[in-house]
């Protein structure tokens, strides 16, 4: 185990919806602590680096859409195996998948509205928090 920073990202309809209380509860519950956090509204320049795994999907342009539908909470969350632990806690991407008990399978019902994003490993951890925090 290793203390880690990962980068986390509460979504527009996290926002919209008057959940990231409940998120940020659940993220400090489990241990983790928040290492900086910002209020942040995204373009598309930085949805096509940040999703450019997605970039070829017939649903990316709908992804660009909603991610700048209105401002993000941007964080840092810091904590022993942050990566891993924050991928558990908020669930499977796809919302038939998540599971209750997660913030994914507790609060959505769709897998475009899924309230958070979270690091998939160190390197795009280390590679989100420098394009979100320079
Ligand atoms: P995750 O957010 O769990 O890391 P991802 O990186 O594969 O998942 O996808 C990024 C986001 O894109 C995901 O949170 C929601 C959207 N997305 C992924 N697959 C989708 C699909 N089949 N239909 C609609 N939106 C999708
Ligand atoms: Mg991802």
Sequence with gaps: MATERTYIMLKP?????????EVIARIERKGYRLADAKMMTLDEPILREHYAHLKDEPFFPDIVEYMTSGPVLAMIVEGENAIRGMRILMGATRFEDAEAGTIRGDFAASTRYNLIHGSDSPESAEAEIRRFFG
């Design 13 to 21: 309809d996290c926002i919209r919806r008057g959940l990231a209380g």
